[in-house]
């Protein structure tokens, strides 16, 4: 069982900056892939960006790829998502996801995922 608490978020203007971490407490931090999700009102939840066990692979979804960047910090159980350049579109609650896998190194489907948090609500206002 794998405990995560994301934080983090809240109101930024188009342009500014977050950066959201999700604190994981339970099993061991280092045996899963971690990813972010992201939930719009009205949409789907969809894939934002993941990272492998060692943090050596990076996968990011086409709307984000060079404002987001996905990172982990092992000895602290942390993973953290910085957010550039934002925009209104990115508007929606956060969510961290862990993944107990070996390869591939990481995923994007939303149904590997085996555990996730209670998300942080990011606002980009224009």
């Known amino acids: 069982q794998v405990h995560l608490v994301e934080s983090g978020g809240g109101l930024v203007q188009a342009g500014d900056s977050l950066r959201l971490s999700c604190a994981a407490s339970g099993r061991t931090f280092s045996s899963y892939a971690m990813g972010w999700f992201r939930q719009a009102p009205g949409k789907e939840r969809e894939f934002v960006a993941g990272?492998?066990?060692?943090?050596?692979?990076?996968y990011y979804a086409d709307s984000v790829k060079g404002r987001f960047t996905i990172s982990r910090d092992n000895a602290k159980n942390t993973v953290y998502l910085q957010m550039n350049s934002l925009k209104p579109e990115d508007t929606a609650v956060y969510y961290c996801?862990?993944?107990?896998?070996?390869?591939?190194?990481?995923?994007?489907?939303?149904?590997?995922?085996?555990?996730w948090g209670q998300g942080t609500q990011v606002t980009v206002s224009s």
């Open positions: 990272i492998s066990r060692s943090g050596g692979t990076t």
């Open positions: 996801a862990a993944d107990y896998r070996i390869s591939p190194p990481v995923v994007a489907g939303i149904h590997e995922y085996d555990y």
